[in-house]
Nanobody, 125 residues
Framework: QVQLVESGGGLVQAGGFMRLSCAASGRTFGSYAMGWFRQAPGKEREFVATINWSGRTTDYADSVKGRSTISRDNAKKAVYLRMNSQTPEDTAIYYC??????????????????WGQGTQVTVSS
């Protein structure tokens, strides 16, 4: 099992950037694929980015591709998400997720993942 705690959310100015962190506990963190998802008010949870166990393979949603970077530090049991050029459409609760198989993302069974409690990101125009 793995427990996840997100941090780094808050208020961001449009055009600015955010950097989220996800701290994990559990001895087998390095074996999990990781991902970030987000959920805006009145919308379903959507995929943002995913990274494999080694950090060498990543994938992104089209809406964030080119302005986002997901990374991980297995020694620190942490996953990060940096997103530049923020717009109000990026306002959402951001969730960290862990799964046994890469990739985490659309078309996969979200019920199989471990989830953090989420961190709110609000982008003001």
């Amino acid at each position: 099992q793995v427990q996840l705690v997100e941090s780094g959310g808050g208020l961001v100015q449009a055009g600015g950037f955010m950097r989220l962190s996800c701290a994990a506990s559990g001895r087998t963190f390095g074996s999990y694929a990781m991902g970030w998802f987000r959920q805006a008010p009145g919308k379903e949870r959507e995929f943002v980015a995913t990274i494999n166990w080694s950090g060498r393979t990543t994938d992104y949603a089209d809406s964030v591709k080119g302005r986002s970077t997901i990374s991980r530090d297995n020694a620190k049991k942490a996953v990060y998400l940096r997103m530049n050029s923020q717009t109000p459409e990026d306002t959402a609760i951001y969730y960290c997720a862990a799964g046994r198989h890469y990739p985490l993302g659309p078309g996969t069974n979200l019920g199989l993942y471990y989830w953090g409690q989420g961190t709110q990101v609000t982008v003001s125009s």
